[in-house]
């Protein structure tokens, strides 16, 4: 087994794009996909950056990514990780790819004192589902995502 692991560097921008396109077209939101290199570039690659970053090679190649940011517990009073996006490509599957990615921020929760490891699945995206519980994840159903976006956002921050 080739797999190495690595932080993103200003030069993989389009290869991070890449990889998030990728994940959107399997899960069917390639319309929601609408970040430039530009974007990523000045999320990733800034000062102090709010959002991370590691790559995946199989065999030199990009196999895959997990994106993700720190996040905080205020029960726990600790921060944790929020991992954004966990994507392998369809041929790097099946070789341990995503488990290592997923180990690879779960050594650093342990390594940093994080409290936790988190992120979201797709109820729809059985094999992914199936690949966490695998893991030991524990799918969280009585916690219903939120999300505003567009008008919502700007209603709301013009004072409702």
């Known amino acids: 087994m080739s797999l190495t692991i690595r932080r993103a560097e200003p030069a993989d921008t389009a290869t991070v ?11 069917k ?11 990523i570039r000045a ?3 800034a000062t102090n950056p709010r959002v991370f970053c590691e790559i995946a090679e199989w065999q030199g190649e990009t196999a895959g990514f997990a994106l ?14 929020y991992l954004e996006d966990l994507f392998v490509r369809d041929a ?12 690879h921020l ?7 004192k994080l409290g936790r490891l988190e992120w979201s699945v797709l109820d729809w995206n059985e094999p992914a ?3 966490y519980q695998r893991q030991g994840a524990v799918l969280r159903k ?7 976006t567009g008008e919502a956002l700007e209603k709301l921050a013009r004072g409702g």
């Open 92 to 103: 790097y599957r099946g070789h341990g790819i995503g488990q290592a990615l997923l180990g």
């Open 106 to 112: 779960a050594k650093r929760c342990v390594t940093e």
């Open 68 to 81: 993700w940011f720190y996040s905080y517990s205020t029960f726990l009073g600790r921060h944790g990780i």
């Open 142 to 148: 009585e916690w219903i995502g939120c999300r505003l």
């Open 17 to 27: 794009l890449d990889l998030i396109r990728g994940l959107a077209l399997y899960e």
């Open 43 to 45: 999320s990733l690659f």
């Open 29 to 39: 939101l390639e319309q929601e996909a609408v970040a430039t290199e530009a974007d």
């Open 129 to 131: 589902i199936g690949f």
